[in-house]
């Protein structure tokens, strides 16, 4: 989730370096000196796209007071290995329906750190890859000692022949580094060996924001097939499926009952 502030007030090249820098949650949308075209640099991006309030909307200051929390609970530890073990991370992936549609539009338009495709969809988009049987919209949950996190994150995909193609894999950011997204890829090699695909292909674009997750697909078993200068297109062969952070508890796709 990314929150969006304007630099009316603090415009300087340096001020809003300063607030990239240490808020990397934080979109800093740029306007000139030309008041009338403020609301067209605002809503350019899409920020405000979405009409609807979303459970994580509602809840988000308490989920902000969460993360304090965490943060709290880890400066306890010595390892990062045992805060994991204690925080007791639990991920859930379900097929998306109706009610999950307005949140991954959200995350669709907001997340920029880990979008591997940075595919913006408006919630009519979303509703209609849901709708479409040729295609599988995964909403990733994720929960933890401390409260419920919600729908965090998302995979889309779809099938041709005996390959299945992640069109998009995105996380919000407020739940990086906790193996939830190592969680959520495995499931998807699982599930897609245990239904007779061959092989999995993904693809990472390169944008100024999500040079962090350039090397997730290699990380995690996936060999390079194309490459033309912006886009990646990896293959994963389903043979030795990466392990899952053992630190996670995951509640299988449905219907994955393969091994």
Request: charged residues 25%; glycine residues 6%.
């Amino acid at each position: 989730m990314t929150d969006v502030v304007d630099n009316r007030g603090d415009d300087s090249p340096y001020e809003c370096g300063l607030v990239r820098h240490e808020l990397p949650g934080v979109a800093v949308v740029p306007v000139d000196g030309e008041p009338a075209l403020h609301i067209e640099a605002l809503l350019r991006d899409g920020w405000f796209d979405s009409l609807e309030l979303t459970r994580e909307d509602v809840t988000r200051v308490a989920q902000y007071r969460d993360e304090l929390v965490r943060k709290d609970f880890l400066d306890s530890f010595d390892s990062l290995e045992e805060y994991l073990r204690q925080l007791r991370v639990e991920v859930r992936l379900v097929e998306a329906g109706p009610a999950e549609v307005a949140r991954l539009s959200q995350l669709t338009l907001r997340t920029n750190q880990f979008n591997q495709m940075t595919l913006r969809l408006g919630p009519a988009e979303v509703r209609a890859l849901v709708d479409d049987p040729a295609a599988r919209v995964l909403a990733v949950r994720a929960a933890d000692r401390f409260g419920d996190n919600g729908v965090v994150g998302a995979v889309f995909t779809h099938q041709r022949d005996d390959t299945v193609h992640i069109d998009n894999f995105l996380l919000s950011c407020r739940v990086f580094s906790r193996g939830i997204e190592q969680t959520a890829l495995h499931a998807v090699l699982r599930h897609s060996r245990a239904h007779g695909a061959r092989a999995v292909r993904a693809s990472y674009r390169a944008t100024p924001k999500n040079t962090k997750v350039k090397d997730f697909y290699p990380r995690n078993g996936f060999a390079p097939v194309t490459d033309d200068g912006t886009t990646v297109t990896y293959e994963h062969d389903l043979l030795v499926l990466p392990v899952p952070p053992a630190h996670v508890h995951f509640t299988e796709i449905p219907g994955d009952d393969g091994s």
